[in-house]
């Protein structure tokens, strides 16, 4: 087997046109201030996923949700099934991340400052990420199926690179709209070997309703909760 047969076999093993698909999503009725005063659009999850030949899960991709000041940042996070994310604690105080919910049900413990854990999420879902301490601090993971995934900038922008040309099913989540309403985005496309573009995304609030969460016994928190400090840590 010749080097040369070697690179051409590899090479054919490629996608043979790979281009970006790009677009915009606007956020509208909403009561949250960042959307209503700033036109923050950020956050929304645009994912790819081929009609045919849905990708392996990923092997060895990596992410992490940092836990600093008391929030999980970032605040949405978008991976493909199979990535491993890690929870670091950078608190003087002790954390607890869990999920009771059927995205992905897990809970990695109460763990000090400057250490971390870690979770792999193996089938795609949206997965609400709590801390058993703090009843402020929220997040979400959304898995996906494909590696063809983006997550909206502040003005709704969104770029997914490198798009193999072919047929997709593309899909939305965005955590303030109802389950209906995103059904409705559903839809199949099919991208070139030039690329495409949507048209604006338009996504109602509308339906939203934001309901408290329970602590991972399935019991209110506690209305006096504080932090767990860390043993020698500075107040």
């Not at 043979?16 to 929304?44: K, T």
């Not at 709704?156 to 989540?173: K, M």
């Not at 399935?218 to 209305?223: I, N, R, S, T």
Request: glycine share 8%; hydrophobic share 40%; aromatic share 10%.
């Amino acid at each position: 087997m010749t080097l040369r047969w070697l690179i051409c076999f590899s090479a054919s093993l490629l996608p043979i046109f790979a281009a970006p698909f790009s677009g915009r999503v606007e956020l509208r009725d909403s009561r949250y201030a960042p959307v209503r005063n700033h036109h923050d659009f950020s956050g929304v999850v645009i994912a790819l996923t081929p009609v045919e030949n849905t990708p392996p899960p990923a092997a060895g991709k990596h992410a992490v949700m940092l836990q600093k000041g008391k929030m999980f940042t970032p605040h949405v996070l978008a991976i493909q099934a199979g990535s491993l994310v890690e929870f670091p604690n950078a608190d003087p105080i002790f954390h607890n991340a869990f999920s009771s919910y059927n995205g992905q049900v897990f809970d990695i413990g109460l763990y000090p400052p400057g250490t971390t854990r870690s979770v792999r999420f193996a089938r795609p879902g949206v997965v609400r990420v709590f801390c058993n301490i703090h009843a402020s601090m929220s997040a979400l993971i959304v898995v996906v199926a494909s590696p063809y995934f983006a997550t909206t900038k502040p003005d709704g922008t969104f770029n997914i690179a490198d798009v193999a040309a072919g047929q997709y099913n593309l899909s939305v989540f965005h955590e303030r709209a109802s389950e209906a309403t995103l059904a409705e985005l559903a839809r199949k496309i099919t991208v070139g070997p030039d690329g495409a573009s949507l048209p604006n995304i338009v996504i109602s609030e509308a339906g939203f309703l934001s309901i408290p969460h329970k602590n991972k016994y399935g019991h209110d928190y506690p209305a006096d909760s504080g932090d767990l400090a860390y043993p020698g840590s500075k107040p």
